[in-house]
């Protein structure tokens, strides 16, 4: 090989390298990869880790506080939370006046006019099922024959502000009161405290019942209608809620609440007054007293003979717990 030809070949391997780098410099950069665009769910949103490059999603807005009121009715109202009814009692409840719209597994429901439509009758029958379970596993009272109930409008009540009224003395049937404008949930909480003096009747007799005193009464009903009584304020239970009324000025004779213009709230206080007799004393002494009424007068029952103090001294040591 001659001096030439072998300084060629020194200088290949020179000569490659700077080929090399030349063909390198000449060539574009690759492109970053593409950012794909991806839909979260609200959890995802807030927990996962933004990019740098990516501009950060706004936290989720918070969901509204639940008050015990829409929790309640949320619960009341929903049907996967339920058990259905497994208790059917056969047969036709009493007739009533107009339209036989539902038979439900122990109630039968009619429309009259000028109150709900017969689709709205339907959907509150369905709830009343529902609810009459939640009352007897409350009150461990069960219905043993069907109780038929109507919709009417309010001008054909009793009085005129009465919504429901339970008549108990034969066949038990209830009539609820309300114009087709108004909201159908209420009407159905009125119906689940005339379904409880139909357990009343299952649990004292027809006979008792018509002479229980009324502070007993109705105290009782709205107390075992419970959760459904409950959802109509945000009280936490019926001491809780009577002591908003005492404080309020809800105070003094038990007894002449019969004679407030506020109705509701003269039940509250009572099943207040019932809760707190029940608790403290014991639901046998209870029973008792309620089933050995001697008149439908408030304050009329034998407290001094069942609890050996009389009705004042009762709501008075009751009262104290309120203040």
Sequence with gaps: M???QRAL???MPVLALLLLVTLMA??????????????????????AAPTASATPNPSPQPLPTLTPTLARREFIESYEVKVAPTSFLPGRGPVLPGEFVYAGRRLDFYVGRGTFSADQVRDIAVKAEYALGY???RFDVELTERVSVGFYNP????THDTRGIAYTHDRTNIRIFYRSDEDPYNALVILTHELAHALQAEAYSREAQARADLVLLEGLATWISGEYWLSRSESSSFQARARELYQAGYRG??????NSANSMAAYEMWAGFVDYLARTYGWDKFNELYANGRGRAPSSADYRGIYGKSFQELYTEWYATLR
Excluded: K
Aim: hydrophobic share 50%; charged share 5%.
């Design 2 to 4: 001659t001096h030439p």
């Design 9 to 11: 070949f020194a200088l």
């Design 155 to 158: 001008v054909l009540a009793p």
């Design 26 to 47: 000449a060539t574009p950069p690759a492109s970053p990869p593409t950012l794909r665009a991806v839909a979260l769910s609200p959890l995802e949103t807030a927990t």
């Design 253 to 258: 004779n038990l007894a002449a609440f019969a």
């Design 135 to 137: 009352l007897q596993r």
